[in-house]
């Protein structure tokens, strides 16, 4: 500690102070007495109880979201003294690196926010939803009382199907209506040091309508495990390709090829990592998985770890789902000591596996498997070059599998009944069942696992959904569809899809859900390759024009070109699909941007709204000069 | 025919040699073909973000400063579909940042400007961005104008792999990524940068520029005064020497 005293740092600096926000009673933090500024002292704690008393480079974020979490932002100090911790090892970071990190992060804040800070979701599903009304109620209620609380945006919070939903100090509360409005409106007039979030407001629910193989599975703990352990390790992988097992994650890349591919490397360590991050728009079923039925999910990781060799494992789980913390930690806990985890794993030596939850910090990227891994380094999260692909060389270096979490369900269902079984229900190729996400314009939206044969016209009879006019599969970067392709299977072959669907009746305008779609592309962008940094930019301001009805053929020209450019040259798939819900509306429908194009020769202009960013630089430009 | 031992790509219709492990970027330099790029230099690793090297391997469009070469893969890097996408690529940069070309100091030695040129570019296109982007004239040696930086790591590889400073890196995301000096006080004079740093001299536009010594080449001595940038794309314009005699002393 005596190298960090060494430079002055004010911890009682009035502009930089911290103050405690409310303890909430489901999350784990210790409670601290409220208002009181953060300290060294409580860094010190902080590294001393979650990170063995010396705070790594690769623990750096997962630091931040611990600072966040408990003091509502992270403050000059805090930030410098990370910058000093770290430096003390061989792999320096400055200060201005770690605010760089918290730029990336949608969720860290550097500059002071109020105790109290609620993000509104903003899926196209929570504005069907009427979330637009609660937005204007709760900026009301910031102004109001702008120290106490703060209201701001964030993408698709995985309650699609109980919104219009919303976070509050990062805890969801799913299916806002007036009763929950007062609530918080209490809690800020009233700003106790305590809120019991789960006896305040409504939880999460599971709202599972239909189940099938893995969501009817009760996993007694272990004995996927034990089915494997009677054949040595690499015996595993052919049952995996008897099953023909492909990746639920949205990709379906075959998992028993990625899983040979990082038991061949030869490496000192390897690692398994299972993405939570669920980031899609319209996909929620993690959520449920994790929540319900969080035994296969890691009895299938640790089935990895043995087939492959890895002794060290991850959960990256998204900071939206970060309620289910406790519940996922003591899970793991309670597997260590039935020895399901840990070392010598049921007594068979060599057999180690330990398993760790790391945090995401909201962005949308990280669910790209390279950019997790960079992530889990506490890195911002840029897609990595490949080759090498994660399982030659992922987190550290060390080969590395990623899988979704549903994929691990699947591989404890073949361990339990055999590859053949799991691939005898199968349809055109695609094996076992899919478990999707449905919300949108339907009587019963929620989890429903299916077979592979099942339409998109058998699953909107299934969800009650009623005068049709289109369905997005698979999310923003899946695809948009038209009754003419209702009958087709969703399936590897067909409509993929990871699991989202949203569905769109005859009374939707479909250019909003696209601009709504191309907006979360946007903010989501990494930044890193200039056709999606660009891209997105430009997509977004095109269809801003033909929101207000200034747009022209040429901007549909524009829209085309662009399509084609960022399908092709992108780094990665979040670019590469970033402009598919134009791309589909504007084949499938053009009369939604043909009717947005202006219908004058001339274009109207408003010179003050057009000139008033320019205004605004320069008072902002004489305010500085003035100083 | 390519000799039995030494592998071979077909680029624009002729063989070319590779040794295991090199891009089809480096295989190209090695040979002597230009192929257009912005984050690309052959002294530091390679990044794949700018995107302007994109070539048809085989069919399908690849980055080629990032793409093993293959045995036998057929490589076409200036067919129009290309050209086409390139230059749609080219007019991206200009529109995302503030490229004002008339005043500034390294027009006729800035790559982006160059490719421009090259690329027949008469427009920009796209609706500008017009971002508020700071500039840091703190150094005394050095001024860091960030509205013409295109966030192309250079600079950043630079400092770390030649320099052994990481004196800079980028942060933030999406159109919010921006070029940082790593210290404290976020600003260069406090990041160990120095005027004879590598980094200082590899940015392949106007963003990083010494202070003190304004338009040393004269208009018509410039290195794209001289030869398209098709032609001496790569002689780097920072090894470049006009006539000297002719610039304005410092
Ligand atoms: C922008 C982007 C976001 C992604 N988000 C997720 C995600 O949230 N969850 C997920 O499982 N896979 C996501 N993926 C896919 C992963 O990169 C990877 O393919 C997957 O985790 C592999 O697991 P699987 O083979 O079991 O599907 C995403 C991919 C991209 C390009
Ligand atoms: S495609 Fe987009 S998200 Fe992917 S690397 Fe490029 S900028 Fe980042
Ligand atoms: S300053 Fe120049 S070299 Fe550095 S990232 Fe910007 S454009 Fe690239
Ligand atoms: S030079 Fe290849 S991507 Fe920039």
Redesign the interface.
């Known amino acids: 500690m005596e190298k960090v005293n060494k430079r002055q740092i004010n911890w009682i600096d009035k502009n930089n102070k911290m103050t405690q926000i409310p303890t909430l009673l489901c999350m784990t933090s210790p409670s601290v007495p409220y208002e009181i500024g953060l300290t060294e002292k409580h860094l010190n704690e902080l590294e001393a109880d979650h990170f063995n008393g010396q705070l790594n480079r690769k623990d750096l974020l997962q630091f931040l979201i611990a600072i966040q979490q408990r003091f509502g932002w992270i403050c000059k100090d805090a930030i410098a003294w990370c910058s000093h911790r770290i430096s003390q090892l061989e792999t320096g970071i400055s200060e201005q690196e770690i605010r760089g990190i918290i730029d990336f992060y949608s969720f860290l804040e550097k500059e002071a926010c109020p105790p109290l800070h609620l993000h509104l979701s903003t899926n196209v599903t929570d504005y069907m939803l009427g979330q637009q009304d609660h937005q204007a109620y709760f900026e009301t209620l910031a102004k109001e009382y702008p120290k106490r609380f703060r209201v701001t945006n964030t993408s698709c919070t995985g309650l699609c199907d109980q919104g219009p939903a919303a976070l509050l100090n990062g805890l969801p509360i799913p299916a806002l209506n007036n009763s929950i409005r007062e609530a918080i409106r209490k809690l800020v007039e009233e700003q106790p040091a305590k809120i019991d979030v789960a006896a305040t407001f409504p939880t999460p629910q599971d709202n599972i309508q239909l189940k099938d193989q893995l969501l009817n599975r009760q996993l007694q703990s272990g004995n996927a495990i034990k089915r494997v352990m009677t054949n040595p390790a690499e015996g595993f992988l052919g049952e995996l390709n008897a099953a023909r097992l492909r990746g639920r994650g949205g990709a379906g890349f075959p998992t028993g090829f990625k899983w040979q591919t990082c038991a061949d490397a030869d490496a000192s360590q390897k690692v398994v990592v299972c993405n939570a991050d669920e980031g899609e728009p319209g996909t929620f079923k993690d959520r449920v998985l994790l929540h319900s039925h969080i035994q296969q999910v890691i009895e299938g990781m640790t089935i990895a770890a043995r087939t492959v060799g890895a002794s060290l494992g991850f959960i990256y789980l998204r900071f939206e789902y970060q309620y289910l913390l406790p519940m996922l930690t003591a899970a793991i806990e309670e597997r260590v000591t039935q020895n399901l985890l840990g070392d010598a794993i049921l007594g068979e030596e060599d057999f180690n596996f330990h398993l760790h939850i790391h945090l995401g910090a909201g962005a949308y990227i990280c669910g790209e498997e390279s950019a997790l891994l960079e992530s889990l380094e506490g890195k911002r999260g840029i897609p990595r070059i490949r080759p090498p692909f994660p399982a030659q060389a992922g987190y550290l270096g060390y080969p590395t599998i990623v899988n979704n979490v549903e994929t691990f369900c699947c591989v404890a269902e073949v361990a339990l009944t055999g590859g053949a079984n799991f691939a005898s229900r199968q349809c055109e190729g695609s094996t076992g069942t899919k478990i999707h996400s449905i919300s949108g314009d339907c009587e019963r939206p929620g989890i429903y696992e299916l077979p592979f044969d099942t339409t998109v016209e058998d699953i909107l009879k299934l969800v009650g959904a009623k005068n049709t006019q289109a369905v997005q599969v698979g999310g923003p970067s899946g695809k948009l569809l038209f009754p003419e392709l209702f009958h087709e299977p969703v399936n590897f072959s067909h409509v993929s899809s990871g699991g989202s669907f949203m569905v769109f009746d005859e009374s939707r305008d479909l250019f909003n859900v696209v601009k709504n779609f191309t907006d979360f592309f946007h903010h989501e962008s990494c930044g890193f390759c200039t056709p999606c940094r660009v891209g997105c930019g430009v997509l977004s301001e095109t269809l801003d024009k033909f929101a207000k009805h200034h747009a022209s053929d040429d901007d549909i020209q524009h829209l085309r070109e662009m399509m084609e450019l960022m399908d092709v040259a992108s780094h990665c798939g979040l670019g590469q699909t970033a402009a598919h819900p134009v791309r589909f509306l504007l084949e499938g429908k053009p009369d939604f941007f043909k009717n947005k194009e202006t219908t004058d020769s001339v274009v109207k202009i408003d010179i003050h709204e057009e000139t008033s960013a320019a205004r605004e630089l320069h008072l902002a430009n004489a305010g500085e000069s003035h100083e | 025919m390519s000799d039995q031992t030494i592998p071979c790509i077909e680029l624009n219709g002729k063989p070319i040699p590779f040794q295991a492990g090199e891009s089809i970027m480096q295989a190209a330099t090695q040979a002597g073909v230009y192929i257009p790029h912005l984050c690309h230099h052959p002294d530091v690793s390679?990044?794949?973000?700018?995107?302007?090297c994109?070539v048809k391997v085989n069919g399908?469009?690849k980055?080629s400063c990032?793409t093993?070469a293959e045995e036998g893969a057929v490589v076409e890097s200036e067919c129009d579909e290309i050209r086409q996408?390139r230059k749609?690529?080219i007019q991206?940069?200009f529109?995302?940042g503030n490229h004002f070309c008339p005043s500034c100091e390294m027009s006729g030695q800035c790559q982006l400007q160059a490719l421009a040129y090259d690329l027949n570019m008469l427009d920009t296109?796209?609706?500008h961005?017009?971002p508020?982007r700071a500039i840091d004239c703190t150094h005394p040696d050095i001024i860091l104008d960030r509205d013409r930086c295109?966030?192309c790591d250079l600079c950043v590889r630079a400092s770390a792999q030649i320099d052994n400073k990481q004196a800079l890196?980028?942060?933030?995301?999406?159109?919010?990524?921006h070029l940082?000096?790593?210290?404290?006080?976020?600003l260069l004079k406090d990041s160990g940068i120095e005027s004879q740093d590598k980094a200082m001299h590899i940015c392949p536009v106007g963003a990083l520029l010494p202070k003190n010594n304004h338009y040393p080449q004269i208009t018509g001595e410039r290195i794209y005064d001289k030869a398209p940038i098709s032609e001496v794309g790569n002689v780097r314009p920072e090894n470049h020497q006009g006539d000297q005699t002719k610039g304005p002393i410092s």
């Open positions: 390679p990044h794949g973000s700018c995107r302007v994109i399908r469009v980055a990032i093993p996408l749609r690529l991206m940069l529109v995302e296109h796209f609706d961005f017009y508020n295109i966030n890196s980028l942060g933030g995301r999406g159109q919010q990524t940082q000096a790593n210290c404290e006080s976020g």
